[in-house]
């Protein structure tokens, strides 16, 4: 998933998640992007609402509350060890 983070952004890109726990650095990581955390309903629509591009990271337990929040699915799904981790983007993923 960093990978498909990496080739989707540049540099001070705005990458957010949802619901992760505050320690999760490996996606942070692997994506070499600083990935900040919203955890209220009221954010994620105001971040989805600002200027493009922009890429929300989920895990399988928040799926629907971004799904219905934003009032879109995923763009792309991934098994990451036992867990299932979503990016939902607001423009056409190039680089799956």
């Known amino acids: 998933m960093g990978e498909l983070i990496k080739a989707e ?3 001070g890109t705005d990458i957010v998640s949802y ?3 505050a320690w999760r650095a490996e ?3 692997y994506a070499e992007q600083n990935i900040r955390i919203i955890d209220a309903p009221p954010a ?3 971040y989805w609402e600002a200027s493009p591009p922009r890429l929300v990271l989920v895990e399988e337990g928040h799926v629907d509350d971004v799904r219905q ?3 879109q699915g995923p763009s ?3 098994e990451v060890g036992s867990r299932t981790v979503y990016l939902f983007s607001d423009h ?3 680089a799956r």
């Open 9 to 11: 952004t540049s540099a």
């Open 19 to 21: 619901g992760l726990w």
């Open 27 to 29: 996606y942070s990581f």
């Open 44 to 46: 994620l629509r105001n």
């Open 69 to 71: 929040t934003l009032g």
């Open 76 to 78: 792309y799904q991934r």
């Open 92 to 94: 056409p993923l190039a």
